[in-house]
C-alpha cells in the first residue's frame, strides 16, 4: 500500500520561503506522477502543482506560477514544493498526492495527511 508522508511545514511571514517535502513508500516510484494540492479554511481543496515520473512534464496553478517549484529525486522516493515569495493567501494544509501509470491534476490514487503552512502579513 502507497504511504505518503508530508513535512516541513510551518509559519513564515508573508515574501518568505518554505520548502514542504513528501516521502513516498509501498510501491514504486516512477511509476507514478505526483501533485501538491492544498486546502485553506473554510474552502474546498485545490490543485497546486504536479509533475510526471520523470520529471519530464510540470503544471502550475496560475496562482501559484512563478513562486512554486515542484520537483522530485527518484533516488529518494521524495517530491517537493518549494514555494517563493508567499503570499497571506497561500495559508493553507498542503497534500501530497500520488497518480498511478499517469500524471496529472484530475483523480489521485493515495494522498497524504498534510502539512500546515501558515504566512502572516
Known amino acids: 500500500q502507497v504511504l505518503l508522508v508530508e513535512s516541513g511545514g510551518g509559519s513564515v511571514q508573508a515574501g518568505g520561503s518554505l520548502r514542504v517535502s513528501c516521502a513516498f513508500s509501498g510501491g514504486t516510484f516512477t511509476n507514478y506522477g505526483m501533485g501538491w494540492f492544498r486546502q485553506a479554511p473554510g474552502k474546498e481543496r485545490e490543485f497546486v502543482a504536479v509533475?510526471?515520473?520523470?520529471?519530464?512534464?510540470?503544471d502550475y496553478a496560475n496562482s501559484v506560477k512563478g513562486r512554486f517549484t515542484i520537483s522530485r529525486d527518484n533516488a529518494k522516493n521524495t517530491v517537493y514544493l518549494q514555494m517563493n515569495n508567499l503570499k497571506p493567501d497561500d495559508t493553507a494544509v498542503y497534500y501530497c498526492?500520488?497518480?498511478?501509470?499517469?500524471w496529472g491534476a484530475g483523480r489521485m490514487d493515495y494522498w497524504g495527511k498534510g502539512t500546515l503552512v501558515t504566512v502572516s502579513s
Open positions: 509533475i510526471s515520473a520523470f520529471s519530464v512534464y510540470t
Open positions: 498526492a500520488a497518480k498511478s501509470g499517469a
